[in-house]
């Protein structure tokens, strides 16, 4: 698994807690995470299951994503043209994906 990978908290709990924050976020629609990368990013994993749950968290979140198994591992390409954003009903939780995303090479803004 890639180095940036390994830093990025996804796994099956995370891409469970990502959709159950996003449902119970919109009724409270305190926190405000808005998203988005332009370009095509591809990330290279080693475990079919963990980039089965990215890709899978990245299609709740709206964006463009493509499995590539080949070589041993697995290539997730992913993308987000337009401007998306979710709610969170705390700062801790859309801090969290604030850095997730961010080290996911997307553009984010995060407002109160």
């Known amino acids: 698994m890639s180095r940036l990978v390994s830093s990025i908290p996804c796994c099956a709990a995370t891409a469970v807690l990502v959709l159950g924050l996003i449902s119970s976020a919109e009724a409270a629609g305190k926190e405000v995470v808005q998203y988005r990368l332009t370009e095509q990013r ?13 890709h899978e968290t990245m299609q709740q979140l709206g964006c463009e994503t493509q499995l590539d ?17 979710v709610d969170f009903p705390d700062h801790a939780a859309a801090h969290k994906w604030e850095s997730w995303l961010k080290a996911l090479r997307f553009e984010v803004n995060h407002t109160h």
Request: proline share 0%.
């Open 69 to 85: 198994d080949h070589g041993g591992h697995v290539d997730l390409t992913y993308r987000c043209r337009e401007w998306r954003e």
């Open 42 to 54: 591809t990330l290279h994993l080693d475990d079919a299951k963990v980039a089965k749950q990215y």
